[in-house]
């Protein structure tokens, strides 16, 4: 198994290409069982959950051509691929497939829609929480779905096709949203979604949608209104930048100084991360080419936050965050509402000389003047890069063990770190 190294202390200067967001390619890629037709999807990243998506949406009859490998070479490595979902083979998404990742469990909207059924693996829980599917299964119910669970999965029929509803979350999920938006767009008539999740990737969805013909307006709000229509086309679309990929290298720079420019990355993405992170003493600005991150001297303020939905702190920026206020000057309190367990990363970055103590879904940072590097474990993809973000600023050396997790969701990360003066490599086996 891989591993990670990092000897601490070095600050970060130069620029870091963004790569396209994985949680922006998956849900587009599932938008290509909607049509027979080629769907193009530009400025798909290079990461281990791509390639997993890509082996199930196989399974199901979806073709796949890879162009373009080096065509964004400065602009993050990813890849131009073209899905043709020309005949669908299988409408079963099996246990061994789904269990490794949840995001294909959302194949279930798409081949509902489309085949008028749909068998597929309930996940199961993950290290972060339980994660149910409730929701995602009640909206597909809402649009006149029969579901029932039978063996471990989820057996979906809609045969005489979905047909169009109001429909109020009564909690906003992202991947509930997607499916939604899946399923209504080739559902009988119109489709109104209330509390819908309005993160960037699910625009990213919409927009997809749209340019294969379908009819969505208000993606980014919380009501999203769709107009069914019965058969999509091919499209050719662009995956949006990382936001949280952004966010990820922000914070390293705010927490070793530099200047290093997000080339690639666009603010509105991530408001309220980077808000926190000029709280913080980064200087923070917008350029044409991305965005430019610098912290110069001063040292870290401590900064409270609480996750919330979009355009709240986000989720998948919490661990990394509590990597940064490990080294700030004073105390800061951080509230985790979306997953009930993403405080795993806690014990690893103690192990590095963090002061943290947890009470109920609150961590306490008291920051530290100095880490020190140490053997750790990487226990799920953000708590991963909370480690090297810790890691790039503790004394000596830092090992951090399981970076299959890293490899889920961030591309070529030592890469882009050690061209900006990181020491950090990969130990391979
Ligand atoms: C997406 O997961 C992301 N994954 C997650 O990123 C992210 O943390 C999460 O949204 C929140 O922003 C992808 O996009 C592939 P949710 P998703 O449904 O859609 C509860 C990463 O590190 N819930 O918005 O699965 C759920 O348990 C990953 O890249 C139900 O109760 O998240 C959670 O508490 C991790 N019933 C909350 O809603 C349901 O049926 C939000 O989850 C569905 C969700």
Same mark, same amino acid.
Request: aromatic share 4%; charged share 20%.
């Given at each position: 198994?891989?591993?990670?190294?990092?000897? @601490?202390?070095?600050?970060?200067?130069?620029?870091?290409?963004?790569?396209?967001?994985?949680?922006?390619?998956?849900?587009?890629?599932?938008?290509?069982?909607?049509?027979?037709?080629?769907?193009?999807?530009?400025?798909?990243?290079?990461?281990?959950?791509?390639?997993?998506?890509?082996?199930?949406?196989?399974?199901?009859?979806?073709?796949?051509?890879?162009?373009?490998? =080096?065509?964004?070479?400065?602009?993050?490595?990813?890849?131009?691929?073209?899905?043709?979902? =020309?005949?669908?083979?299988?409408?079963?998404?099996?246990?061994?497939?789904?269990?490794?990742? =949840?995001?294909?469990?959302?194949?279930?909207?798409?081949?509902?829609?489309?085949?008028?059924?749909?068998?597929?693996?309930?996940?199961?829980?993950?290290?972060?929480?339980?994660?149910?599917?409730?929701?995602?299964?009640?909206?597909?119910?809402?649009?006149?779905?029969?579901?029932?669970?039978?063996?471990?999965?989820?057996?979906?029929?809609?045969?005489?096709?979905?047909?169009?509803?109001?429909?109020?979350?009564?909690?906003?999920?992202? @991947?509930?949203?997607?499916?939604?938006?899946?399923?209504?767009?080739?559902?009988? @008539?119109?489709?109104?979604?209330?509390?819908?999740?309005?993160?960037?990737?699910?625009?990213?969805?919409?927009?997809?949608?749209?340019?294969?013909?379908?009819?969505?307006?208000?993606?980014?709000?919380?009501?999203?209104?769709?107009?069914?229509?019965?058969?999509?086309?091919?499209?050719?679309? =662009?995956?949006?930048?990382?936001?949280?990929?952004?966010?990820?290298?922000?914070?390293?720079?705010?927490?070793?100084?530099?200047?290093?420019?997000?080339?690639?990355?666009?603010?509105?993405?991530?408001?309220?991360?980077?808000?926190?992170?000029?709280?913080?003493?980064?200087?923070?600005?917008?350029?044409? &080419?991305?965005?430019?991150?610098?912290?110069?001297?001063?040292?870290?303020?401590?900064?409270?936050?609480?996750?919330?939905?979009?355009?709240?702190?986000?989720?998948?920026?919490?661990?990394?965050?509590?990597?940064?206020?490990?080294?700030?000057?004073?105390?800061?309190?951080?509230?985790?509402?979306?997953?009930?367990?993403?405080?795993?990363?806690?014990?690893?970055?103690?192990?590095?000389?963090?002061?943290?103590?947890?009470?109920?879904?609150?961590?306490?940072?008291?920051?530290? &003047?100095?880490?020190?590097?140490?053997?750790?474990?990487?226990?799920?993809?953000?708590?991963?890069?909370?480690?090297?973000?810790?890691?790039?600023?503790?004394?000596?050396?830092?090992?951090?063990?399981?970076?299959?997790?890293?490899?889920?969701?961030?591309?070529?990360?030592?890469?882009?770190?050690?061209?900006?003066?990181?020491?950090?490599?990969?130990?391979?086996?």
């Amino acid at each position: 198994m891989d591993r990670i190294k990092i000897i @601490g202390g070095n600050q970060l200067n130069g620029v870091i290409p963004i790569s396209g967001a994985k949680n922006a390619a998956l849900p587009l890629m599932i938008a290509s069982l909607m049509t027979d037709d080629t769907l193009t999807l530009e400025n798909v990243p290079h990461l281990a959950d791509v390639e997993q998506l890509i082996r199930i949406l196989g399974n199901h009859g979806v073709d796949y051509s890879v162009n373009g490998r =080096r065509e964004h070479q400065d602009n993050g490595y990813s890849r131009t691929i073209h899905f043709t979902a =020309r005949n669908i083979v299988d409408t079963t998404a099996p246990y061994e497939l789904v269990s490794k990742m =949840r995001a294909s469990f959302w194949v279930i909207g798409p081949l509902l829609a489309r085949m008028g059924e749909a068998n597929v693996s309930l996940p199961g829980g993950c290290a972060i929480g339980t994660r149910p599917v409730d929701l995602l299964l009640e909206c597909l119910i809402a649009l006149g779905a029969e579901i029932d669970i039978d063996n471990g999965y989820a057996k979906a029929r809609a045969p005489n096709g979905l047909i169009g509803a109001e429909y109020t979350f009564p909690k906003v999920s992202v @991947g509930a949203t997607h499916v939604m938006l899946m399923a209504a767009a080739l559902a009988k @008539g119109e489709t109104i979604i209330h509390n819908a999740a309005r993160e960037p990737e699910v625009v990213n969805l919409a927009d997809c949608l749209n340019a294969m013909g379908a009819k969505i307006s208000g993606a980014g709000n919380s009501t999203i209104t769709i107009q069914g229509v019965t058969n999509l086309t091919g499209a050719r679309v =662009r995956v949006i930048p990382d936001r949280i990929e952004t966010g990820t290298y922000a914070m390293a720079v705010a927490m070793t100084g530099g200047d290093v420019l997000l080339k690639g990355a666009q603010e509105e993405l991530l408001s309220s991360a980077l808000d926190t992170l000029r709280q913080t003493g980064a200087e923070i600005t917008s350029t044409p &080419e991305g965005i430019r991150v610098v912290r110069n001297g001063n040292g870290i303020k401590p900064v409270d936050i609480t996750t919330e939905p979009f355009p709240g702190f986000p989720t998948d920026l919490q661990a990394q965050f509590m990597g940064l206020m490990t080294k700030a000057q004073g105390t800061s309190k951080i509230t985790e509402t979306i997953f009930e367990n993403r405080f795993m990363h806690v014990q690893e970055l103690a192990r590095l000389g963090a002061k943290i103590s947890l009470s109920g879904q609150t961590a306490t940072v008291e920051g530290v &003047e100095r880490l020190k590097g140490a053997p750790v474990m990487a226990t799920d993809l953000r708590a991963s890069a909370s480690l090297v973000i810790a890691g790039l600023a503790a004394e000596g050396e830092t090992i951090i063990n399981r970076v299959y997790h890293l490899d889920r969701g961030f591309e070529h990360l030592e890469e882009k770190l050690s061209r900006c003066g990181a020491q950090i490599e990969r130990i391979s086996g």
